[in-house]
């Protein structure tokens, strides 16, 4: 779960690692190092955020080095755990993420061998192993060295000894190769090297490449050499940027109304009525789809239990959700199950060991995912990119919104295929998603409004979110939101479950968020609130904008569009996200970079 970037050509290395290392941060920043080749390994690396580590940084010169920024794994958050890590001769860099399994039982047999350690990594190994199986290559050591080890790993090795290349090599973790004129890059991922270019090329599995200035190399798991083409991002620096916005967190909300526009464009036709994916997605879902099982983690698992609902009603298929991390060692395989799995990141580690495990059980299986190459999507028969731009903010909120649409469309396009859904309907939905964005807008613009009500929750030590049905997940990812960024304990609920035992909890300073729709349970729900209201917490609606009678029980009331019908979770989801936003900032909190916590969780 870190951030890794290499660079080589003709400009400051310095400057360029830093500047990378800042954008990734948000994969990790308990600590950060360079290390840049001046003839020698000079090393920098220091505990705290990269701005930090900036101000002490010594005047290296040169033009190739790798950076690193850390979450802690192996070993606790101390300056000599930081990476890079040196082998004992100091001639080989490395940084690496991933976890190195059997690094116990290299060390020992390295230490017999007279090499010295200087962390509690297992990292270090790797540079050790490296140093040991070196005969004048760095390409053939870092191969040998890697036969050696189990686990999985992104590393990048620069040597002393070779000034003029840095080596990558992945398994199972994410590197990529930026391509540029007269210098090449290798970074977990083109957020690091998007400023200076969009051109890369995709590293897969158990390859190893060797970059120069000038020249890019890839040899597969059995050092045979391999052509691979270039690939142009298509992602804006501006989008990996604040654009004026105190925090990404808040960007990334208001980038909803053209993420929703983005994930419908090109997938609806208005004209003929129809959703269209791409080829493969398509084969796929003709093949004849009895039940579905979605996989995910943590909010992109809220967003499966949303489109459960949504796949279950418009196409009668049963949709069984599960944790990624349950289900790779207990879910139920079915090979004529088709396995969704819900990442944006598409490196989750526990995901991606659930669909190979349900690729393994002879399924199908299709993952719905923000980043184009990441490992997801190259493991699985098929993707669906959720095409939300960069999502820089470690909680998720513009790519769950998308991913929610991406399985609104894939119910719709199962059930035309199924025939279960006429074409009136169709075009009632289709015109739904087209209305979205503006209703999306007008959520940003109560923003003001969201932010006078988090004052109200801004000292609470407890706030529950509660709703049936669709409004049952959203609690569930609105409580999530809320803990995970303002550090105040949430937990979500189905409405009909408080009498069961969480009514204990309730005290006046309790406040509830109740969704509420005018759907088969708005009786329930308004019965609900009077029960919550009786044990003292006042209670905060969100609830439809045509609902008069919602103003009578609840003490806050915050609207959303009624126009939406079932995509109403997506405006709901919106208010979820400004009010938790605000609450956090209120309570001035790390908002992007939450403690504990990073973008994509790459250790199980
Ligand atoms: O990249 P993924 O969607 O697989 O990540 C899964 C979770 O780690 C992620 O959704 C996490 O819960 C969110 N960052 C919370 O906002």
Excluded at 385 to 414: D, M
Aim: charged content about 25%; aromatic content about 8%.
């Amino acid at each position: 779960m870190c951030g890794i970037i290499g660079y080589i050509g003709f400009r400051d290395a310095k400057e360029i690692l830093v500047d990378s290392l800042k954008r990734l941060e948000y994969r990790g920043y308990d600590s950060a190092g360079i290390a840049i080749i001046d003839k020698k390994q000079q090393l920098f690396k220091d505990i705290g955020e990269i701005d930090e580590i900036k101000k002490n940084l010594p005047d290296f010169k040169g033009t190739i080095g790798i950076g690193h920024t850390r979450w802690a794994t192996h070993g606790g958050v101390t300056k000599e755990n930081a990476h890079p890590h040196l082998s004992s001769n100091k001639k080989i860099a490395v940084v690496h993420n991933g976890i190195i399994e059997n690094f116990t039982k290299l060390r020992d047999n390295l230490k017999k061998k007279g090499y010295k350690f200087l962390s509690q990594t297992d990292t270090e190994v790797i540079a050790q192993l490296i140093e040991d199986n070196y005969t004048g290559n760095l390409e053939k050591a870092v191969f040998s060295a890697l036969k050696k080890v189990e686990g999985y790993y992104a590393i990048v090795v620069t040597c002393t000894d070779e000034p003029d290349k840095i080596v990558g090599a992945r398994k199972d973790s994410p590197l990529v190769i930026g391509v540029g004129d007269n210098e090449n890059y290798l970074a977990s991922d083109v957020t690091a090297f998007l400023k200076y270019t969009n051109r890369v090329v995709y590293l897969n599995d158990g390859e190893l490449c060797i970059i120069s200035n000038k020249e890019i190399r890839i040899f597969d798991e059995k050092n045979i050499p391999i052509e691979r083409k270039e690939n142009l991002i298509k992602w804006d620096l501006k989008d990996a940027e604040k654009s004026g916005f105190p925090h990404f967190m808040l960007k990334e909300i208001y980038d909803q109304p053209e993420t929703v526009h983005h994930v419908i464009r090109g997938r609806i036709s208005e004209i003929y009525r129809t959703i269209e994916f791409n080829e493969k997605v398509e084969n796929l879902l003709k093949n004849g789809i009895n039940s579905i099982n979605i996989i995910a983690c943590g909010t992109s698992y809220y967003a499966g239990l949303i489109g459960k609902y949504l796949v279950e009603k418009l196409t009668g298929i049963p949709v069984n959700v599960e944790l990624s991390s349950e289900y790779r060692y207990f879910g139920t395989r079915n090979e004529s199950s088709l396995v969704i799995a819900v990442t944006q990141s598409g490196e989750t580690l526990d995901t991606l060991a659930a669909l190979k495990e349900a690729k393994n059980s002879g399924c199908k299986t299709l993952v719905v995912t923000n980043v184009v190459g990441s490992t997801a999507t190259r493991i699985s028969d098929a993707y669906i990119l959720t095409q939300s731009g960069p999502e820089i903010g470690v909680a998720a909120t513009k790519t769950f919104t998308s991913q929610i649409l991406v399985l609104f469309l894939l119910a719709l396009k199962i059930s035309i295929i199924k025939n279960k859904i006429g074409a009136d309907e169709l075009y009632k939905y289709i015109l739904q998603l087209k209305e979205l964005p503006r209703n999306v807008r007008q959520i940003l613009n109560q923003s003001k409004k969201i932010s006078g009500i988090a004052s109200k929750l801004k000292n609470a030590n407890s706030v529950f979110f509660i709703g049936r049905g669709l409004n049952y997940p959203l609690s569930l990812e609105g409580a999530l939101k809320l803990k995970e960024i303002s550090y105040i304990h949430a937990e979500g609920f189905a409405a009909g479950e408080l009498k069961h035992g969480p009514f204990a909890l309730l005290t006046k300073t309790t406040p509830v968020v109740v969704i509420v729709t005018k759907d088969s349970t708005y009786a329930k729900m308004i019965a609900n609130i009077g029960e919550v209201k009786a044990r003292g917490p006042q209670v905060i609606a969100i609830a439809e904008d045509s609902d008069t009678e919602i103003d009578k029980h609840a003490d806050f009331v915050l609207p959303f569009p009624s126009n939406s019908g079932l995509l109403s979770c997506v405006p709901i989801t919106v208010i979820l996200q400004l009010l938790a936003y605000h609450v956090a900032n209120l309570r001035e909190c790390s908002i992007d970079k939450p403690r504990n916590l990073a973008k994509s969780v790459t250790v199980e």
